[in-house]
């Protein structure tokens, strides 16, 4: 039960129906192993997938009944991220025009619309809490919100862009010194973006305006040419916030009141509600299980179903 509502245990074995279906079929969207692969050995549910589709379900129902608490609707916005999370195509991050969605395509119609709906309230629900925390910590933690902003190549390696950024560092305009590169197929186009100051690499974090610094590590190599610094609007923190641990406690504190606000209770032979976990995990282990849902509590960037 979360708050004054009941969760239907056919809604719960209907989820686990449609997700061992999936997986005999080797079609499972599933981001989480516990539903990818929900039947046990001896043909029935393993307790871990009861508890990780319990799990959803009581996800559901917290954040639908702290949207109505404080009269707030799933936007466009929170629907179009919904949508990239579960319709995305993995080679390229991005999901198809129209209504078509291939990871849920087989899926049973009530399952789809569950996990479409569970996931755009747990969208709205992520953008609510972290409008909250946004307001906390402009005001208790305001350097947190420092951002430096950029305009930013890629290359393919560290002498490339230790090139780049010689030649602008010199007084070259960056388009023209990345044009060769970029025919060459060792660089991108260019693109601006900011980034939190407190995420930023080391050279970025003590660079001023116009500095030009490359970075490179084991994977990733760039170059930065430094345009401003700048505070954080909301719209940029609630979208992407910063790693901050202060800012993840600040979160964690507001999610674990609205949870504890509704309540929420379930039958010891489903497992236990574990608020740290923000998960039901399966009877007989301990509280401290990696065991979890398949979507995350607040940030919109999970994969779903299931």
């Known amino acids: 039960m979360v708050g004054d509502a009941g969760i239907r245990r056919d809604a719960v074995r209907a989820d686990l129906t449609?997700?061992?279906?999936?997986?005999?079929a080797g079609r499972s969207a599933a981001s989480g192993k516990a539903l990818?692969?929900?039947?046990g050995k001896d043909g029935s549910y393993t307790d871990a997938a009861r508890a990780a589709a319990l799990t959803n379900r009581i996800l559901d129902q917290i954040y639908a009944q702290t949207l109505e608490r404080d009269e707030l609707e799933v936007s466009a916005a929170d629907k179009a991220t919904a949508r990239e999370i579960l319709c995305a195509d993995p080679s390229?991050?991005?999901?198809?025009?129209g209504t078509s969605c291939p990871p849920l395509d087989g899926y049973p119609a009530a399952y789809r619309t569950?996990?479409?709906?569970?996931?755009?309230?747990?969208?709205a629900f992520g953008r609510f809490v972290y409008e909250q925390a946004y307001a906390e910590v402009k005001k208790s933690h305001p350097s947190l919100l420092r951002e430096v902003c950029v305009n930013l190549v890629q290359t393919a390696d560290a002498a490339t862009a230790e090139q780049v950024r010689a030649a602008v560092a010199g007084g070259k305009d960056l388009g023209e010194v990345i044009e060769k590169p970029v025919k060459a197929g060792k660089a991108s186009e260019s693109r601006e973006g900011c980034l939190f100051v407190d995420d930023a690499p080391e050279a970025l974090q003590k660079a001023a305006v116009d500095d030009v610094v490359a970075v490179s590590d084991d994977e990733l190599h760039y170059v930065a040419q430094v345009l401003e610094h700048k505070d954080a609007t909301r719209t940029e923190f609630t979208t992407q916030p910063p790693s901050s641990s202060t800012v993840r406690t600040i979160v964690d504190r507001r999610v674990a009141?609205?949870?504890?606000?509704?309540?929420?209770?379930?039958?010891p032979g489903w497992g236990t509600w574990t608020p740290s976990a923000f998960a039901v995990i399966p009877p007989g282990e301990p509280a401290t299980s990696t065991t979890a849902p398949t979507t995350t509590q607040v940030a919109p960037s999970t994969t779903a179903p299931g």
Do not use: S
């Open 114 to 123: 569950f996990t479409t709906r569970l996931l755009q309230r747990q969208a």
């Open 18 to 24: 449609a997700e061992a279906k999936a997986a005999k």
């Open 257 to 267: 009141k609205a949870v504890e606000a509704l309540g929420v209770a379930v039958e």
């Open 92 to 97: 390229t991050g991005q999901a198809p025009t």
């Open 36 to 39: 990818a692969d929900p039947v």
